[in-house]
């Protein structure tokens, strides 16, 4: 399977192509660097909840929140997770 490109900028993508490089990016992920899917989960209902996020965007870091909780040791910039 074809790595994703890492130097490519947002314009590059139609949003249903960026949506799908998230998925993507989420499949490729290692299994042991990867949140269990219960703790990803309670991270997103956190996600959910806050003032910060912003289409799915973390407006305290930047961060694709999907794609940080998903990482194990993926820590929220306000230790709300
Ligand atoms: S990572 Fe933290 S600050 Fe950012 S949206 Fe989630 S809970 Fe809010």
Do not use: N
């Amino acid at each position: 399977m074809r790595k994703p490109c890492i130097k490519c900028l947002l314009q590059d993508f139609d949003e249903a192509g960026y949506i799908e490089k998230i998925k993507k990016e989420l499949d490729w992920m290692d299994e042991e660097l990867r949140s269990p899917e219960e703790l990803y989960r309670k991270r997103l209902d956190v996600c959910l909840s806050c003032e910060k996020l912003h289409e799915g965007t973390c407006l305290a870091c930047g961060c694709y929140v999907e794609l940080r909780a998903a990482i194990r040791k993926g820590k929220c910039p306000y230790k709300k997770w």
